[in-house]
């Protein structure tokens, strides 16, 4: 019964607009009362996002059975990707909703309280797991938000494609960054980040980050330093002979 009043809603938001349809068109349509359509919703609005709730509960649940093992930030990608294949299951209906929350203002709105209720889930699950360090709440909520921001991005490109394309590579390239940024000071193939690359610098006088033209050289010098005197360090660390 919940599939054909889901059915029977969308049929009538694309025929004769969202605004103009009633829960009364929506039961007559699926031909049953009003008070089985309360019953699996509690307004018109829940019936546009009729699978949020159970991929939300998915996703706590997920994050529930982490172990002290997994790494956090990784974990909270993968939660993510929970969301993503609910929208990939059902690709039709996913693009036919976007579409129509593009429309109805209300139901953007709608949407983003959907979109916070993952996004504090995210949050206390790496609050938990960042407890005691310092700024942990801090690097939780901001982490939460870059995994919400990463993957509504690459999903909100697939839908714009009406579906074509790979739903998942978007999303995974997205949430790359998110990993490249916030991710372990050990890099996949197990060497250790460089410093610097976090954004914290590291270290004293200068560190070469290795030959490539793109690596990023840090030099920390006195302050006062004569200006020749940071050239002719940079210049060293460089590799090249000081005039």
């Known amino acids: 019964m919940r599939e054909s009043l889901v059915a029977a809603a969308f049929h009538l938001f694309v025929e ?21 359509f309360f019953r699996y919703f509690p307004s018109k609005e829940d019936v546009v996002f009729p699978d949020h709730e159970g991929c939300l509960a998915r996703m706590t649940a997920f994050l529930g059975e982490s172990g002290p ?12 990707r929970l969301v993503l294949r609910m929208y990939a299951e059902n690709p039709a209906f996913s693009v036919q909703r976007y579409h129509l929350t593009r429309k109805v203002p209300g139901l953007r709105t709608y949407e983003l309280s959907v979109v916070w209720r993952y996004e504090r889930a995210l949050a206390e699950y790496l609050r938990g797991r960042f407890a005691g360090r310092p700024d942990g709440t801090l690097r939780a909520d901001v982490i939460a938000a870059a995994v919400v921001a990463a993957h509504n991005n690459g999903l909100r490109s697939w839908l714009r494609s009406d579906g074509r394309g790979d739903a998942s590579a978007e999303v995974d390239h997205a949430l790359a960054h998110v990993q490249g940024v916030f991710g372990p000071e050990q890099t996949a193939d197990g060497t250790a980040r460089r410093p610097g690359a976090d954004g914290n610098g590291g270290g004293n006088g200068a560190w070469d980050g290795g030959k490539d033209d793109d690596d990023v050289v ?18 060293t660390t460089l590799g090249r002979d000081p005039a």
């Open 16 to 36: 004769r607009g969202y605004e103009q349809t009633t829960v009364d068109d929506i039961v007559a349509l699926a031909g049953v009362g009003r008070r089985s």
């Open 69 to 80: 093992t997994h790494e956090p930030v990784e974990r909270v990608c993968d939660a993510a």
């Open 218 to 235: 840090v030099v920390v010098s006195r302050r006062g330093a004569p200006l020749w005197r940071v050239v002719q360090e940079i210049e």
